[in-house]
């Protein structure tokens, strides 16, 4: 099992936030979590890596608990995540974002075992040339981020939580607020990352067309509880999934 989280649960005051929540992935396989807005589904993946600390509950990784580790010690182990909200470096170009993220990664690595020769800046940059072409953000590599189109900019938040060669890897609503052609472009990306990488993708999204293409299983969220987990044609049929998530609309 690559990841098991059991009862896991943060209090934010009187708001549980995340509600004895348990969940399994398999390596490889593709998970959406869904659920209506403040479900809990940004607060679970900053549990799983590292940015909250639970109320309660575990987090396996691999089989090793990980549940409190801080950040940068999670993704060297290899888990990733994008953000929601920005988290590019503006007044840099689109290359030296890339490079500090792979950096960040490698320094990890180093640390986790010293046996293991800090690789040169040259693979670095080759990780971050390599990260921004599967990206689809090479040709843009010069350019500042904060010049980047709205969706080159979503973009470039994927590939600075690739660049540090996750094998595990958390997309929270990676096409929120895209048009429909960068959402097809950014889910065709999805689809190459998991097939080309071996990334196995945990996928936060609101869009149930991407999340039934894409996905092997489908995790429910209302109100901080898991209520519904099952291959998608399980969860389309479920009625509470459809009370909860869709005000009672057929799916
Ligand atoms: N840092 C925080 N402090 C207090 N409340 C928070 C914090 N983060 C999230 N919440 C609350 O927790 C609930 C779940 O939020 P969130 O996980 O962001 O939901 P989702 O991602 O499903 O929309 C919401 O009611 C939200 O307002
Ligand atoms: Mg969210």
Redesign the pocket.
């Given at each position: 099992m690559l990841l098991e989280i059991e009862g896991l649960t943060?209090d934010?005051?009187e708001?549980t936030?995340?509600d004895e929540v348990d969940l399994q992935l398999e390596e490889g396989e593709s998970l959406s979590i869904i659920?209506?807005?403040?479900?809990?589904?940004?607060?679970?993946?900053?549990l799983i890596t590292g940015l909250?600390n639970p109320t309660a509950g575990t987090v396996r990784y691999r089989g090793e608990d990980i549940t409190g580790q801080e950040p940068h010690e999670i993704v060297q182990r290899g888990l990733s995540r994008s953000f929601?909200t920005a988290s590019i470096f503006p007044d840099l170009t689109v290359e030296r974002n890339a490079i500090v993220a792979s950096l960040g990664a490698e320094h990890g690595s180093f640390s986790l075992n010293f046996l293991k020769r800090l690789t040169g800046y040259d693979d670095v940059a080759e990780r971050a040339r390599q990260t921004l072409e599967d990206m689809g953000l090479y040709e843009q590599r010069d350019i500042k981020a904060e010049s980047l189109p709205y969706g080159d900019k979503r973009r470039l938040e994927m590939a600075l939580a690739l660049a540090s060669n996750p094998d595990l890897l958390f997309l929270?609503?990676p096409t929120a607020g895209m048009s429909p052609e960068e959402t097809d472009a950014t889910v065709d990306l999805i689809e190459r990352i998991k097939e080309e990488r071996g990334v196995t993708i945990v996928l936060?999204e609101h869009d149930m067309e991407i999340i039934f293409r894409v996905s092997d299983r489908i995790a429910v969220?209302n109100r901080?509880a898991k209520i519904a987990d099952g291959t998608p044609d399980e969860i389309r049929g479920q009625p509470d999934v459809q009370e909860a998530y869709l005000g009672g609309v057929e799916i």
């Open positions: 943060k934010f005051g708001l936030a995340v659920g209506p807005n403040g479900a809990g589904k940004s607060t679970t993946v900053n909250l929601q929270d609503e936060i969220l901080g």
